[in-house]
């Protein structure tokens, strides 16, 4: 007999089931929230109005900024919100939205990383054809290619989920929908569609971290050719990029590099590459680079005196 998908809501088991834990949780989470917001909009903002928006550098970095706001968001005003309420749900159609989500916009930044360290790579091997090799429309078709891949992983993600049957329990551990812990749910065997996944997310993920630490190396290498004064301003840059990768890919390799199983410790991991990377991306990329920290100066300097003079 076919089996009929009679769940229209699943419930979070969320952070901690203990109140006390929880209400810090909201403090804290809120409070990372808000960084998250203020930082990239400030990142944003400070790259449009800086005249940086010219350098290929910091046009990617502006659309990082914006994936960052997009992808916490996916997640964090929910959870913050079931925080608070002792039964936590979800319709299922919002928990397909929820997954596709989280994949999109985890997707897209992660070859918006990958372009970036290209971008560095040419700048630093190849600096006499920097300007020719990374013109604007070669940027704008770079930047399309992260968006279009990042659809199609996560629409490939979301295909494997929804033509599966959900008859019995649903409840999720978890405090967002992911394709592991709603995979744990299916009224049938999942086990071709969990390799499925694992190749698909895996493969983006450790393939994409390869290459990163490929390319930084040959930077790395290629350094010792600069002069002291190319290296340091090289290393700043280099510096914050290869902090960022090491963040997100990290814990995003352990959650998605494995068979299907969940482990108790994949909520806390997770707060990394959902909260935790967006929050740090404006600190780490402002307090190492000293052009964004200029034109924050000048945009603050523009501020008070439009504030003093009214002009």
């Given at each position: 007999?076919?089996?009929?998908?009679?769940?229209?809501?699943?419930?979070?088991?969320?952070?901690?089931?203990?109140?006390?834990?929880?209400?810090?949780?909201?403090?804290?989470?809120?409070?990372?929230?808000?960084?998250?917001?203020?930082?990239?909009?400030?990142?944003?903002?400070?790259?449009?109005?800086?005249?940086?928006?010219?350098?290929?550098?910091?046009?990617?970095?502006?659309?990082?900024?914006?994936?960052?706001?997009?992808?916490?968001?996916?997640?964090a005003p929910k959870m913050i919100?079931?925080?608070?309420?002792?039964?936590?749900?979800?319709?299922?159609?919002?928990?397909?939205?929820?997954?596709?989500?989280?994949?999109?916009?985890?997707?897209?930044?992660?070859?918006?990383?990958?372009?970036?360290?290209?971008?560095?790579?040419?700048?630093?091997?190849?600096?006499?054809?920097?300007?020719?090799?990374?013109?604007?429309?070669?940027?704008?078709?770079?930047?399309?290619?992260?968006?279009?891949?990042?659809?199609?992983?996560?629409?490939?993600?979301?295909a494997l989920v929804v033509q599966?049957?959900?008859?019995?329990?649903?409840?999720?551990?978890?405090?967002?929908?992911?394709?592991?812990?709603?995979?744990?749910?299916?009224?049938?065997?999942?086990?071709?569609?969990?390799?499925?996944?694992?190749?698909?997310?895996?493969?983006?993920?450790?393939?994409?971290?390869?290459?990163?630490?490929?390319?930084?190396?040959?930077?790395?290498?290629?350094?010792?050719?600069?002069?002291?004064?190319?290296?340091?301003?090289?290393?700043?840059?280099?510096?914050?990029?290869?902090?960022?990768?090491?963040?997100?890919?990290?814990?995003?390799?352990?959650?998605y590099m494995r068979p299907d199983?969940?482990?108790?410790?994949?909520?806390?991991?997770?707060?990394?590459?959902?909260?935790?990377?967006?929050?740090?991306?404006?600190?780490?990329?402002?307090?190492?680079?000293?052009?964004?920290?200029?034109?924050?100066?000048?945009?603050?300097?523009?501020?008070?005196?439009?504030?003093?003079?009214?002009?």
């Amino acid at each position: 007999m076919e089996e009929v998908n009679n769940v229209t809501e699943f419930i979070f088991w969320g952070l901690s089931q203990n109140p006390e834990v929880e209400e810090v949780c909201f403090v804290v989470f809120s409070f990372f929230y808000m960084v998250i917001l203020l930082g990239n909009l400030l990142i944003m903002l400070t790259v449009c109005s800086g005249n940086l928006f010219k350098s290929p550098m910091y046009f990617f970095l502006n659309f990082l900024s914006f994936v960052d706001i997009c992808y916490s968001s996916v997640t964090a005003p929910k959870m913050i919100v079931d925080l608070l309420v002792k039964k936590k749900t979800i319709s299922y159609v919002g928990c397909m939205l929820q997954l596709f989500g989280v994949h999109f916009f985890g997707c897209t930044e992660i070859f918006i990383l990958t372009v970036m360290a290209y971008d560095r790579y040419v700048a630093i091997c190849k600096p006499l054809h920097y300007m020719t090799i990374m013109d604007r429309e070669r940027c704008n078709k770079m930047l399309l290619g992260t968006w279009i891949s990042g659809f199609l992983h996560s629409i490939i993600q979301v295909a494997l989920v929804v033509q599966l049957p959900f008859c019995g329990p649903n409840e999720i551990d978890h405090y967002f929908c992911d394709v592991h812990p709603v995979l744990k749910l299916a009224c049938t065997d999942t086990y071709i569609v969990g390799v499925v996944v694992t190749a698909n997310s895996g493969t983006i993920a450790l393939g994409s971290f390869v290459i990163l630490l490929i390319s930084y190396t040959v930077i790395l290498i290629s350094l010792r050719k600069q002069s002291s004064e190319g290296r340091r301003k090289a290393l700043s840059t280099c510096g914050s990029h290869i902090a960022v990768v090491i963040i997100f890919f990290g814990p995003c390799t352990f959650m998605y590099m494995r068979p299907d199983t969940t482990f108790s410790e994949d909520k806390m991991v997770a707060i990394f590459y959902t909260i935790i990377t967006p929050m740090l991306n404006p600190l780490i990329y402002t307090l190492r680079n000293a052009e964004v920290k200029n034109a924050m100066r000048k945009l603050w300097a523009r501020k008070v005196s439009w504030e003093t003079t009214g002009k």
